[in-house]
């Protein structure tokens, strides 16, 4: 069974300021936290966004992720409302006096500042600005689950301030205890819209008609919703319950089964593979 996830928290500290990133930390940096990029992201705008001097202040973000950089800091990757996901070093955020220390932590909506032109900029300012209710208990492991999906999802430098908002509305669900399930795939289906894979599910990709609800499914995840034959492996799902995804309407129990099969399955095909930590955390605690 995997490790319990908890919250980032202090972390041991000693030694000097460093450096700047040069190009073997770059390298070491990317190597370690290299997540999926799915098709759809914008490597030549991305690359094009590196040639800039970023300067950028009072900037909304929440923390995705952290780890140790050297002896005294942080790279933190966090998702901004105008910029996307970026990754910044945070310079002595592990020193045992550092302002930083209790301010960089997942689910708390924080305004950042950075510069530089590197993939890893530096963290030039970091307030905590509250507004959230804490993420707390069972809720707390799907919010890293979030998180996750959006550190393995998103490529860096692409804006999306709609799934920004789309976030920090999932958040404030979660820490209000509505149902975690229901919450988890409003979110997923945003996600893949915002990135570009997320399909019409109201017209079938073949014939180019309405989707009809009494009609049965699969859902490629390059085209869309196809009629389903005998010979398909992808999860077959109702006409009905694609209009009600698309209408984000999960009342009926039967919509919820399927649609947690068919977003596994979604997700699963535009992470290349790559399996989700939190989500094996999840089962394994439900077999508990």
């Known amino acids: 069974m995997s490790p319990p996830i908890t919250r980032e928290s202090d972390l041991p500290v000693n030694a000097p300021d460093e450096m700047p990133l040069n190009v073997a930390d770059t390298k070491a940096f990317q190597a370690q936290a290299g997540g999926t990029k799915i098709h759809a992201a914008r490597p030549a705008a991305r690359?094009?966004?590196h040639e800039k001097e970023y300067r950028v202040a009072n900037q909304p973000a929440f923390v995705l992720h952290s780890y140790p950089y050297k002896e005294t800091?942080?790279?933190?990757?966090?998702?901004?409302?105008?910029?996307?996901?970026v990754a910044l070093i945070a310079k002595g955020a592990k020193r045992?006096?550092?302002k930083l220390r209790g301010v960089l932590q997942t689910f708390q909506p924080l305004s950042v500042g950075w510069s530089g032109k590197a993939e890893v900029r530096t963290l030039t300012s970091a307030e905590w600005?509250?507004?959230?209710?804490?993420?707390?208990k069972s809720a707390l492991l799907c919010g890293f689950y979030l998180n996750e999906l959006l550190v393995k999802l998103l490529a860096r430098d692409d804006p999306h301030p709609a799934l920004f908002d789309h976030y920090v509305a999932t958040l404030n669900q979660l820490a209000h205890d509505e149902p975690a399930p229901i919450v988890l795939r409003k979110f997923e289906r945003a996600l893949l819209k915002e990135t570009g894979v997320g399909g019409n599910f109201t017209i079938c990709a073949t014939t180019r008609l309405p989707i009809e609800a009494e009609q049965i499914y699969v859902v490629d995840?390059?085209?869309?919703?196809?009629?389903?034959?005998?010979?398909?492996?992808s999860p077959r799902v109702s006409g009905k319950t694609l209009l009600d995804m698309e209408r984000e309407d999960y009342s009926d129990n039967t919509t919820q089964l399927q649609s947690k099969f068919l977003m596994r399955f979604l997700l699963s095909h535009h992470l290349g593979g790559v399996p989700l930590n939190t989500r094996q955390i999840l089962i394994d605690l439900m077999q508990l």
């Open 73 to 85: 800091s942080l790279i933190v990757e966090v998702f901004s409302r105008d910029y996307g996901r």
């Open 129 to 136: 600005i509250g507004g959230l209710l804490p993420v707390e």
């Open 96 to 98: 045992p006096h550092s």
């Open 221 to 233: 995840p390059e085209r869309g919703p196809r009629p389903a034959h005998p010979a398909d492996n």
């Open 47 to 49: 690359n094009k966004a």
